[in-house]
Every structure is written in C-alpha cells, then in structure tokens.
C-alpha cells in the first residue's frame, strides 16, 4: 500500500489537516469520538480512490481533498452504525465506538457525520457530485437493510449476496472514483470507467473480507475472525458451502446460524466445511476476476503514474492478507 500512496504522501497528510479543518462543531463529544474511529486505523482506501482518480483526469486545485475527507465521513458513519446493529466489540484492533461510549452516541454521531458531509457538499454546490454521492449513501441504508433480512438465512443465494454487497459496499467505491474523476476534466465514456472500475474494485473488496473473516486473524482483520457466523451473516464462502454440502450437513450449518452464542468450535466446524468444499478457493476466484475486469476498465485512460497507482491498488485489493 505504501506504494501505491507515494506520489499522493502530500495528499494524504493534507486530507488528516482537512478532517480536523471540516468536523466544526461546538460540541466536543462529537470530536472525540469522530477523532477516536477516523485516527484508529484503517487504509483509507475511499479517499486514496477520490484522490487518484482527480489526478489520473488532470485536476490541480485542491477541491479533491475536501471531498476525499466527506467520503471517509461517509464510511466512518457506516462503520458507526454498523457496529451498534452488528453489536461489534472490535473495530480496526481496538474497541468499538459503541462499546466505549454506548450505542445511543455512536448512532448520533454517524448521523452527524452524514449531515456534515451533505452540508459541506452544498455549500460547494457540484450538482453531479452530490447526486452521486446521495446515489451512495442511498444505496448503503438499503445494503444494511437486505443483509438484516438475510441475517441467519441458509436459503441466501448468491443473487442476494451480491445485492448486498453491490449496495453496501461497491457503490461507495463507485462514487469515489466517480466524484474524482468529475472534479478534473472528464468525457462520458471515462466517466462511466471509473464507475465501473470503483464498483468492480469495491465488490473484490468485499469478497476478499468475507474470505479473511474464516482465514485471517483478529490482529490483521482488526476485529475478530469468525464475526460473520456470529452475527448470522452469510456470505460467499458460506452461500457455495451451503450449495454443495449433505443435508445433514446443512442441518448443522443452520443450527449453529440460529445460535444466540456461537462458540470456537461452531465456527471451526464450519470453517472445515468450508475447507471441504472449496469455498475459500470459489470466493477467491470471483474476487479475482472482478479485480482482472477492474484493472481492463483503466484501459481507456493514458499511460501515467495514477493510472499505475489504481492498477496496483487493484492487485492490492485481492492479495491483502490472502
């Protein structure tokens, strides 16, 4: 990753200034606890996205470092939501907002977060901008909700998978890119390429956390491995499991979703299933495919030091920890 950020380093430390600069607010419980979750950690993947995608399409003022900050508000508000409906204790390696602060705040601020970001958006008034990040954020709130009705679902197919992970994660990754590439000198054509690409990268994204959460460990994932069977998620390691496994099998799997308290054991019980049938080796091939049809979307654009930094964070993506 390092790597990839070199070229963008001044960016970068001007983003950390921008996200202290934009949180004003009188009440400094907000700050704290903004300030806790945005500096713990993370790759800052989304705003890295926003940056080098304005780069790769010529921008040279300084707009792109604003609008990075407002997309890593945007997660950041996701990320704080998430962990009170998910009741996580881990986030990054250290304690969750909602464990240290309760989960009435870490709601609120998530909500602060999110109409931070539409107000700073507003007074910069870039109408395509805003529509497509309120395109987003729409689509996250409907991602959170299909994978609450999916929750412990042993009938989950992979259609319902992928909707889920379409709408919670690869549209944020999508509009990133996109917001970049609006802010610099762009045609329709590379537009839609840089959708593209974002959205392809953010579904990679997704698949290879669904795979490090039966691999990994908690020190590397930054919170600990085996979280998706405990809060009954079901996703593509599981979803292939599932499809090929005996009936009795099936049987098992489904007991241990429907667990209020899952245990080591459960989740080693299902971690060999999965082993047996291959559902590491299946997730890790689609993601690599997505990741493949990401790197051929860059196609479009001339040869330059940005357009190598997106081909790399792409190969980035599918080979964390893998």
Known sequence: MENIIQNIHTDLKELEASIQKLITT?????????????????????????????????????????????????HTATLLHDDVVDNAKLRRGASSVNMLWGNEPSVLVGDFLYSKSFELMAEDGHHEIIKTISKATTALSEGEILELLQTSDIDTTEEQYFDIVRNKTAML????????????????EERVALRHYGYTLGVAFQLVDDILDYTSYDTVLGKQIGTDLKEGKVTLPLIHTIASATPKEKLSIKKILDKKNVTAGDFERVRRLIT????????ARIARDYIDDAKQTLSIFPPSIFKDALTNLADYIVKREM
Not at 35 to 59: D, E, F, H, T
């Open 26 to 74: 009188k009440v400094g419980f907000i700050k704290e606890i903004v300030n806790y979750i945005i500096r713990s950690g993370g790759k800052r993947i989304r705003p890295v996205l926003v940056i080098l995608c304005a780069k790769l399409c010529g921008y040279t003022d300084n707009k792109h470092i604003s609008y990075a900050a407002i997309i890593e508000f945007i």
């Open 276 to 283: 047996k049938y291959n559902g590491i080796e299946y997730t």
């Open 173 to 188: 990754f999508s509009a990133a890119c996109e917001v970049g590439g609006l802010l610099g000198t762009i045609s329709e």
